[in-house]
């Protein structure tokens, strides 16, 4: 049977191939910086670093959380006064702030350091608008309707393998009386 799948092997994708590298290499580099912090100033000092980090985080998240909930209450009061709500700028959202946040949670010395780089509203406005133009070329360069049929198209083109059996019978009779079990189905044939 033909399915129209090619058997070629794909390419596998660069970031596919060095994602899981570079993580592996920021877990041996977070690991190897608290050895070397533990042998500097003590396992207690190590502790009450990462301790502070997570009660930070948890700090930075909340506030973010709480602003982010009264933007939308603001721009839900806006609407319906009638006003049209002003836009925020690329990188005054809420979710940088809460991505540094969680990088301040996670346990080890360059993690806390990147979630303080990304507090400061410099580097966040930078980031927000490099995202945002990131976003903005791949949209412009993705065709009309790829994104709504993607599911659709993956799974045409690498479908799972599960075939049902069955048959499609079609009665054109108005007659009768209507109901699910009125008239004769003949046993499906395997």
Request: hydrophobic content about 45%.
């Amino acid at each position: 049977m033909t399915t129209g799948i090619s058997t070629a092997p794909r390419r596998r994708s660069p970031a596919r191939t060095f994602l899981p590298l570079a993580i592996a290499a920021w877990l041996i580099l977070e690991i190897w910086l608290l050895t070397v912090v533990a042998d500097v100033a003590g396992g207690l000092a190590v502790a009450a670093l990462l301790a502070g980090g997570i009660v930070l985080g948890a700090v930075v998240i909340k506030r973010a959380g709480r602003r982010a909930f009264k933007n939308l209450s603001d721009t839900f009061q806006q609407a319906q006064q009638g006003r049209q709500p002003a836009p925020q700028g690329p990188g005054r959202g809420n979710g940088l702030t809460m991505l540094a946040g969680l990088l301040l949670m996670m346990p080890g010395l360059l993690s806390d350091v990147a979630g303080l780089f990304l507090l400061l509203p410099p580097v966040r406005a930078w980031i927000g608008r490099r995202a945002a133009r990131s976003l903005e070329r791949k949209m412009a360069s993705a065709p009309a309707g790829s994104f709504g049929d993607a599911f659709q198209q993956a799974r045409i083109h690498y479908p799972d393998g599960k075939v049902v059996q069955g048959e499609v019978i079609r009665e054109d009779r108005p007659e009768g009386p209507a109901g699910p079990d009125t008239g004769y189905r003949p046993p499906l044939a395997p």
